[in-house]
């Protein structure tokens, strides 16, 4: 089974620019989530997607926003880049919401200069 | 927010010496989840293990173990004879609502050759 797959790997944007990240699950699964990994604030919980429902979201500003299709891939967007918002972009995905084991994808490494 | 705490931030051992990686959590639940995930330097997440609470049997997955204690509120991982591909950073993670999970700041684990 192929595992969970985000593009692009590797974004450099600028600020004030947006940005749009993808994420597939492994097949079958249907909850996505999206997690922020910085040196300094570590990994942080963006949002979480199950049937195209978002069902959490953490304490983001409004610019972080989601979706998720009905074949279970997610996007992410941030609009009106800052310069803390370089970071890695982890997405997870479980078959179920709640407790479950979440399978992470590579992550997009994102540099705003 | 219920926090992990991971005291740890860096562990440097020989080849083939124990070690322990110490997690405590805080939770107001009575049923809960608990998760260790290892980030090897390519990024990716890898999941380890997940224990409920209702268990509090120790665990042992080949060279991997983990001692769960209420009592204390720890969940502790300990590699026996380590070796060097064991160098990573290792997280402990619960989950809040759905798949959200709050992570520990990670312990940065290197076996020395």
């Known amino acids: 089974k192929a595992g969970v797959t985000q593009t692009p790997r590797y974004l450099i944007k600028t600020r004030g620019q947006q940005v749009t990240l993808s994420c597939s699950p492994i097949?079958?699964?249907?909850?996505v989530s999206w997690y922020q990994q910085t040196p300094g604030q570590g990994l942080q919980f963006l949002f979480e997607y199950f049937s195209e429902t978002q069902r959490n979201k953490g304490n983001f500003p409004g610019r972080f926003s989601g979706r998720q299709f009905s074949n279970s891939r997610s996007e992410m967007n941030v609009s009106t880049l800052e310069l803390g918002d370089s970071a890695l972009y982890l997405c997870?995905?479980?078959?179920?919401?709640?407790?479950?084991?979440?399978?992470f994808g590579p992550g997009t490494r994102l540099t705003v200069l | 927010a219920q926090k992990v705490t991971q005291a740890q931030t860096e562990i440097s051992v020989v080849e083939k010496e124990d070690v322990t990686l110490d997690c405590v959590y805080e939770?107001?639940?009575?049923?809960?989840?608990l998760f260790w995930y290892k980030q090897p330097p390519s990024g990716e997440l890898v999941f380890l293990i997940r224990?409920?609470?209702?268990?509090?049997q120790n665990e042992i997955s080949g060279r991997y173990s983990w001692n769960f204690q209420k009592s204390t509120s720890s969940f502790n991982f300990t590699i026996t004879a380590s070796q060097v591909v064991d160098s990573a950073v290792y997280f402990c993670a619960r989950p809040n609502t759905g798949n959200q999970f709050y992570f520990g700041t990670g312990t940065s684990l290197t076996v020395i050759p």
């Open positions: 224990r409920n609470s209702f268990d509090e």
């Open positions: 997870a995905s479980s078959l179920e919401t709640g407790n479950n084991e979440q399978f």
């Open positions: 097949s079958g699964h249907r909850s």
């Open positions: 939770t107001r639940d009575t049923t809960y989840y």
